[in-house]
């Protein structure tokens, strides 16, 4: 058996407050780790620091720019204990995105569309929910009861087998 780690963050960058303010929810962001000092998170978001426009397949590391900068982001981390294979076929996945990361978009269309209710999927274009929902899924994790592209921060929270272990300042987890 391994562990995996789940990540809801507020960042209170712009974009961040404006999703949190259209949400209402805590948390504007979703990340995974497959290590249990989550000091690298997969996600989709900014690939630039200073740039929100030029987003994707995001590898964030906690003693990097962006988290030295916002050092105030806020999180709540749940681990999820997964079989050898299930880790075995997540780990073949990111692997395979990482290697084409430059086929990976983030899905600024498909955003304000979800937010609207609408079911939309574009090839290789993620927000990060629906990126962490992906990854669950394919690699047969977790099911969720609903189209995984409609996925959204807040349904992360009390998923069967997700145990919170940690909530508060990101920067100040070990």
């Known amino acids: 058996m391994k562990k995996i780690y789940v990540l809801l963050m507020h960042t209170n960058t712009i974009p961040a407050k404006l999703i949190k303010m259209a949400t209402n929810y805590p948390y504007s962001h979703v990340g995974i780790s497959l290590e249990k000092n989550c000091n690298i998170i997969y996600s989709f978001g900014r690939k630039k620091f ?3 426009l030029h987003a994707g397949f995001s590898i ?3 003693n990097g720019r962006f988290f030295q900068k916002f050092n ?3 999180c709540k981390i749940y681990e999820i204990e997964i079989t050898d294979k299930q880790y075995e076929e997540l780990e073949r996945i990111l692997t395979d995105i990482i ?3 430059n086929h990976y978009k983030y899905d600024f269309i498909g955003i304000v569309l979800r937010f609207l209710g609408i ?5 290789n274009r993620y927000v990060c929910s629906y990126f962490v929902a992906f990854l669950l899924e394919k690699a047969k994790i ?3 009861k609903k189209r995984i592209s409609m996925v959204k921060p807040q349904d992360f929270e009390g998923l069967l087998g ?3 272990i940690y909530a508060g300042r990101y920067a100040l987890y070990q």
């Open 142 to 144: 977790y099911h969720f």
């Open 60 to 62: 964030e590391y906690k």
């Open 50 to 52: 200073n740039s929100i």
């Open 119 to 123: 079911p939309v999927t574009f090839k």
């Open 72 to 74: 105030k982001t806020i």
């Open 99 to 101: 290697i084409n990361r």
């Open 162 to 164: 997700f145990r919170k």
